[in-house]
């Protein structure tokens, strides 16, 4: 091969380039400016050179090469460098926690898998911890706990008690509650305006002449004090006559054992006419318990779900149930994100549209 050629050939090679330890530190740095990791200032050489693993010389000449291209700007020997206006970050990635009510019944829930897509869009990192509010039993002193052995920047709290929310709401780091027991507590939330809609099918049931209503919600939603849906379907057996007691609200152990021994007791003497349940997956397994008890829905028992549900699609006749759109339930735990990133505070609490769908699960009071 002519040497010409050669060397031509060679020249074409590109060398390969290799960033030297300073540079590596300094796009580092340059990546989480950028990210909004610091909003004002960058912390001092020394705290960085600990958090890096190099030494300060290192550290000094890459926030000098920062200094040059204008990202940061010098304020004098011995104080930290203060982050350029023009190159600081309007937003910034959050790190945000979804605590989770129950592994098992949320966990592939469509509300939480949109929430997800939705905030990983946003360039978020979700974080689902080891534990739930029901393995926890609800009690503040050990969220705190998980609160504190979690890196996170903000909180989501899925159907949380009012203890819990009580306990977030009094805390510094952003949170949101997503259901949950909230009336009367500073914290932002979204949630369907279920209380008008629940009031409506009870007196729907009032109507078709039933007085033995039971409603079937987890212990969070009933205590210390019920939730506002609760409240109004308590309401409405009171305005229109029906007396109150544990029956029509009861309590059970959050477990399957604890819920079905709670439907055969209900059963057991004087059984109700018609049952309210909160969630799919528990109105779902009360329309099993019916089944194995030969009690046909709505000739013995009418039943109404608290929420839609793809898994009640294709029920026939329709189940009866409280409708409502989750997108803008979505958008808005979206936006309250977008809003903690800019260091913006949020804690409008929204509620969204529901109604009422007398589907062919509900019927006259039997005999």
Request: glycine share 6%; proline share 7%.
């Amino acid at each position: 091969m002519p040497l010409g050629l050669k060397t031509a050939k060679l020249a074409s090679v590109k060398t390969p380039t290799f960033l030297s330890l300073a540079d590596q530190v300094t796009e580092h740095l340059r990546a989480e400016i950028l990210r909004g990791r610091w909003s004002d200032t960058l912390p001092g050489k020394h705290q960085l050179a600990d958090e890096l693993g190099v030494n300060n010389k290192t550290v000094e000449a890459s926030l000098r090469q920062l200094e040059n291209s204008g990202l940061l700007l010098a304020q004098g020997a011995g104080r930290k460098r203060l982050i350029n206006p023009r190159h600081r970050n309007s937003s910034r990635a959050l790190r945000i926690a979804i605590l989770l009510n129950d592994h098992q019944i949320d966990e592939k829930t469509k509300i939480l898998l949109e929430t997800k897509h939705g905030l990983h869009a946003a360039g978020h990192t979700l974080i689902i911890p080891p534990k739930s509010l029901a393995s926890m039993r609800f009690d503040p002193k050990s969220v705190a706990a998980l609160v504190r052995k979690t890196k996170a920047d903000a909180w989501i709290i899925l159907a949380g008690s009012r203890g819990v929310l009580e306990w977030f709401a009094s805390q510094p780091v952003p949170a949101f509650a997503l259901f949950g027991n909230r009336v009367g507590i500073k914290i932002p939330s979204v949630s369907p305006n279920k209380p008008p809609v629940i009031a409506e099918a009870t007196r729907h049931l009032i109507e078709l002449g039933h007085r033995r209503i039971v409603l079937l919600a987890r212990r969070a939603a009933r205590l210390p004090q019920p939730t506002a849906g609760l409240a109004a379907y308590l309401d409405t057996l009171r305005d229109h006559g029906c007396q109150i007691g544990e029956f029509n609200l009861p309590d059970w152990e959050e477990t399957n054992a604890g819920f079905h021994e709670c439907l055969h007791s209900l059963f057991q003497a004087t059984p109700p006419t018609a049952l309210i349940v909160d969630e799919v997956t528990y109105f779902v397994a009360t329309m099993q318990f019916l089944l194995l008890r030969g009690l046909k829905v709505p000739a013995d028992v009418s039943l109404i779900s608290t929420d839609d549900d793809v898994a009640l699609s294709h029920c026939y006749p329709p189940a009866a149930c409280m409708k409502w759109d989750l997108d803008p339930v979505v958008r808005r735990i979206i936006h309250w994100a977008a809003n903690i990133s800019r260091g913006k505070a949020d804690i409008t609490q929204t509620l969204t549209p529901a109604e009422f769908i007398a589907g062919g699960t509900v019927g006259p009071v039997p005999g």
